[in-house]
């Protein structure tokens, strides 16, 4: 049962806001992965298997904008959906470089959040395997 549940790399420096999002997410069936800060995303990335990867945008020496490009540049990870966010908008990040699927100013709406991860959750899902599961 557990290999069927869509898979979240949470990387967030803040405790309370990641066991919140880690709360929230596993009562929708979520098994997440947390992250205070990991230069080696790429060797975790393709341990934990993520459906999803959640960036906080702001972590000490190497932000989000940083470990998504190394994600989103290396072939056997670069599928992976990334959601980054930020307490910076839009209007003060280029957020057309980061190359993250997207982008969501905080603070954020929880159920936005959690369509977005579901919407990117089902494609990759769909795309790595070909078949469609819930």
């Known amino acids: 049962m557990k290999d069927c549940l869509k898979k979240i790399l949470i990387v967030e420096d803040d405790a309370a806001l990641s066991e919140l999002l880690q709360e929230v997410l596993e009562a929708r069936q979520y098994r997440c992965l947390v992250l205070r800060y990991t230069k080696e995303i790429l060797r975790v990335t393709q341990d934990f298997q993520p459906d999803v990867i959640?960036?906080?945008?702001?972590?000490?020496?190497?932000?989000?904008?940083?470990?998504?490009?190394?994600?989103?540049?290396?072939?056997?990870?670069?599928?992976?959906?990334?959601?980054?966010?930020?307490?910076?908008?839009?209007?003060?990040?280029?957020?057309?470089?980061?190359?993250c699927d997207v982008f969501i100013a905080k603070p954020f709406d929880l159920y936005i959040l959690l369509n977005q991860l579901e919407k990117l959750a089902l494609h990759y899902r769909r795309h790595k395997t070909g078949v469609f599961r819930l």
């Open 54 to 99: 959640l960036l906080d945008y702001m972590l000490p020496i190497m932000n989000g904008e940083e470990l998504c490009a190394r994600v989103k540049q290396n072939e056997s990870t670069c599928n992976i959906p990334v959601v980054i966010y930020s307490a910076f908008s839009e209007t003060l990040l280029p957020v057309e470089d980061f190359m």
